[in-house]
């Protein structure tokens, strides 16, 4: 199911805006099409990302993927859980298996990414 809470990238990232930044992560359909995720590389707090600019990796059985920035911001936390359990971005990507969250993001940004109804369009998800 794709959230309303959240804006998509073509590139099967979501971010959701918090009070003064942005969480972001990767959806559920990116994380079935991985399969078993066994690493995830993230960056360190204080790195500044750009919008649609690879800034990690997540790897599994399947395949070596980057994760792209949905929006600009600098990184004010990362997920430090995914270090040893990489596999909740399988069970649980839009919830606990949240990648980073952002400080300083545009807002303006978000018009750039898909709403929920065009992301489940380009996924064939409900």
Same mark, same amino acid.
């Given at each position: 199911?794709v959230s309303d809470?959240?804006?998509? /990238? +073509?590139? %099967?990232? =979501? #971010? ?14 990116? !994380? ?5 995720? #066994?690493?995830?590389?993230? $960056?360190? #707090? ?10 990690? #990796?997540?790897? /599994? ?8 920035? $949905? ?11 995914? +270090?040893? %359990? $990489? ?8 919830? !606990?298996? =949240?990648?980073? +969250?952002?400080? +300083?993001? *545009?807002?303006?940004?978000? *018009?750039?990414l898909l709403d929920?109804? !065009? ?6 998800? $409900?």
């Amino acid at each position: 199911m794709v959230s309303d809470d959240r804006r998509y /990238s +073509r590139e %099967h990232e =979501w #971010v959701r805006q918090t009070d003064g930044g942005a969480e972001i992560g990767i959806t559920r359909f990116a !994380a079935d099409e991985l399969g078993d995720i #066994v690493y995830v590389e993230l $960056p360190a #707090v204080g790195t500044a990302l750009r919008q649609f600019t690879a800034f990690g #990796v997540v790897e /599994s059985v399947k395949a070596v993927s980057d994760l792209f920035a $949905p929006v600009s911001g600098t990184v004010a936390a990362i997920n430090d859980e995914l +270090r040893s %359990h $990489p596999e909740l971005l399988n069970s649980d990507p839009e919830g !606990a298996g =949240w990648l980073c +969250r952002l400080e +300083r993001t *545009d807002a303006a940004e978000l *018009d750039a990414l898909l709403d929920a109804a !065009a992301y489940a369009d380009l996924t064939g998800s $409900p």
